[in-house]
T-cell receptor, first 117, second 111 residues
Framework: GAVVSQHPSWVICKSGTSVKIECRSL??????MFWYRQFPKKSLMLMAT?????????EQGVEKDKFLINHASLTLSTLTVTSAHPEDSSFYIC?????????????FGQGTRLTVV | GENVEQHPSTLSVQEGDSAVIKCTYS??????FPWYKQELGKRPQLIID?????GEKKDQRIAVTLNKTAKHFSLHITETQPEDSAVYFC??????????FGPGTRLSVLP
């Protein structure tokens, strides 16, 4: 299957600082990328959908000024958690859909465990 | 929008028995239904999928069935093994749209 690489896999940051998470499609062009948040023992909650070259579409209740998403190229999307607080601690996962035969399936990154102290 | 429900939330079976997880969806336009397996701390991995023009698909010990009329689909795992223990998510989507995931089922296979 296609490869989606997410970096970093884990990060610890101080409250009030910002953290950037990268999601790269390594062997296909990701026209659409999704960012999810997953709480312990819970399902994947969609935060936002981003299409290359356009602004991200945020789900209801997700603060767009706090969770900045950039999808500047067909292989890279970034999620920046600004002014992080302990309640932002979570597992964040991206997924990507491609073009053509790669459009149907969603390929997931390995996830980023964010801990805000 | 699409809403996906999944049952049961937890399932324990003896090794060698079968496991069945069921999902229902609300949007009749959904046409692709993947199943993901997520082990603790790892990314979800696609294990099987089915499209709306097919009623059943099988891959070794794993099978998925789809009933478009009733808008439900099921995952069947036969001859379960301890390594099948994980959280399983179903999802529904249409071309170009977001995947809507079910709440997940935690499967425990007891030796």
């Amino acid at each position: 299957g296609a490869v989606v690489s997410q970096h970093p896999s884990w990060v610890i940051c101080k409250s009030g600082t910002s953290v950037k998470i990268e999601c790269r499609s390594l062997d296909f062009q990701a026209t659409t990328m999704f960012w999810y948040r997953q709480f312990p023992k819970k399902s994947l909650m969609l935060m936002a959908t981003s299409n290359e070259g356009s602004k991200a579409t945020y789900e209801q209740g997700v603060e767009k000024d706090k969770f900045l998403i950039n999808h500047a190229s067909l292989t890279l999307s970034t999620l920046t958690v600004t002014s992080a607080h302990p309640e932002d601690s979570s597992f964040y996962i991206c997924s990507a859909r491609g073009q053509g035969s790669r459009n149907t399936e969603a390929f997931f990154g390995q996830g980023t465990r964010l801990t805000v102290v | 929008g699409e809403n996906v429900e999944q049952h049961p939330s937890t399932l324990s079976v003896q090794e060698g028995d079968s496991a069945v997880i069921k999902c229902t969806y609300s949007d009749s336009a959904s046409n692709y239904f993947p199943w993901y397996k997520q082990e603790l701390g790892k990314r979800p991995q696609l294990i099987i999928d089915i499209r709306s023009n097919v009623g059943e698909k099988k891959d070794q010990r794993i099978a998925v069935t789809l009933n478009k009329t009733a808008k439900h689909f099921s995952l069947h795992i036969t001859e379960t093994q301890p390594e099948d223990s994980a959280v399983y998510f179903c999802a529904a989507t249409t071309y170009g749209q977001n995947f809507v995931f079910g709440p997940g089922t935690r499967l425990s296979v007891l030796p």
